[in-house]
């Protein structure tokens, strides 16, 4: 029974990997369209989110199976736990990188107005966050992801930043409103999936150091009514 459920715990971290790999090429590529002249990876990277989809069920399948018949404690339930959590968090940074893909495709005759912003700025540290999420997931790293923390409140930063940029170039030049617009909508795009990343590296400590720092801040000095 124990080495059944050993080798079923050892596939489930081999398909988290492969979503991961998969997703993390994704984020690669849309913010690769962004940055080039020309769109060209959006066919790409639109149909591997039916790969991650799949990943997805499996996963969730593969959980289910690993709870109902094993009844894990201690390390091995706390994995598999977080492992639920983290395969939502990579299926949505899919989802995002796709919603990212579409936007840029939209205003590929604009790209002039994307350098004339701070949005390469902030999707290289996004995709820092993202790739580093990933590897601290990978090899365990709770050191690494720490780290992914105070890069969020950058990405943050840069969001309001830009809207403020975008807003003051429609207002001098109407004409661009929709491509503005656009932008709007993927830099918010870029501020979620740094989020993502904020929430998997949550999900990694409480993996390695079995401490709970989702909502910290907001939850500081707070206590549930009775």
Same mark, same amino acid.
């Given at each position: 029974?124990?080495?059944?459920?050993?080798?079923?715990?050892?596939?489930?971290?081999?398909?988290?990997?492969?979503?991961?790999?998969?997703?993390?090429?994704?984020?690669?590529?849309?913010?690769?369209?962004?940055?080039?002249?020309?769109?060209? +990876?959006? =066919?790409? *990277?639109?149909?591997? !989110?039916?790969? %991650? &989809?799949? /990943?997805?069920?499996? #996963?969730?399948? @593969?959980?289910?199976?690993?709870?109902?018949?094993?009844?894990?404690?201690?390390?091995?339930?706390?994995?598999?736990?977080?492992?639920?959590?983290?395969?939502?968090?990579?299926?949505?940074?899919?989802?995002?990188?796709?919603?990212?893909?579409?936007?840029?495709?939209?205003?590929?005759?604009?790209?002039?107005?994307?350098?004339?912003?701070?949005?390469?700025?902030?999707?290289?540290?996004?995709?820092?966050?993202?790739?580093?999420?990933?590897?601290?997931?990978?090899?365990?790293?709770?050191? +690494?992801? =720490?780290? *992914?923390?105070?890069? !969020?409140?950058? %990405? &943050?930063? /840069?969001?309001?930043? #830009?809207?403020? @940029?975008?807003?003051?170039?429609?207002?001098?030049?109407?004409?661009?409103?929709?491509?503005?617009?656009?932008?709007?909508?993927?830099?918010?795009?870029?501020?979620?999936?740094?989020?993502?990343?904020?929430?998997?590296?949550?999900?990694?400590?409480?993996?390695?150091?079995?401490?709970?720092?989702?909502?910290?801040?907001?939850?500081?000095?707070?206590?549930?009514?009775?």
């Amino acid at each position: 029974m124990e080495r059944h459920f050993e080798k079923e715990l050892e596939e489930l971290k081999t398909t988290i990997n492969k979503m991961a790999s998969i997703v993390d090429d994704q984020v690669e590529n849309s913010f690769k369209d962004m940055e080039d002249s020309g769109v060209r +990876l959006f =066919k790409e *990277i639109k149909q591997r !989110d039916r790969e %991650v &989809d799949a /990943y997805d069920n499996l #996963i969730m399948a @593969q959980c289910e199976n690993l709870l109902a018949l094993y009844q894990p404690v201690a390390t091995d339930l706390r994995f598999i736990l977080t492992a639920i959590k983290i395969d939502s968090q990579l299926e949505r940074c899919g989802d995002i990188a796709v919603n990212i893909a579409q936007r840029v495709k939209k205003t590929e005759n604009f790209r002039d107005i994307i350098v004339q912003t701070d949005l390469p700025d902030m999707a290289k540290i996004t995709r820092e966050m993202v790739k580093d999420a990933i590897t601290s997931f990978i090899n365990c790293d709770s050191e +690494l992801a =720490k780290t *992914i923390w105070k890069k !969020d409140d950058i %990405v &943050d930063d /840069y969001n309001k930043k #830009i809207f403020k @940029q975008l807003v003051e170039k429609i207002q001098s030049n109407p004409e661009i409103t929709e491509a503005c617009a656009h932008l709007i909508v993927l830099s918010r795009q870029i501020e979620r999936l740094a989020d993502h990343a904020t929430n998997i590296s949550e999900d990694v400590i409480f993996l390695v150091e079995a401490e709970i720092i989702a909502h910290q801040k907001k939850l500081s000095g707070y206590q549930l009514p009775e």
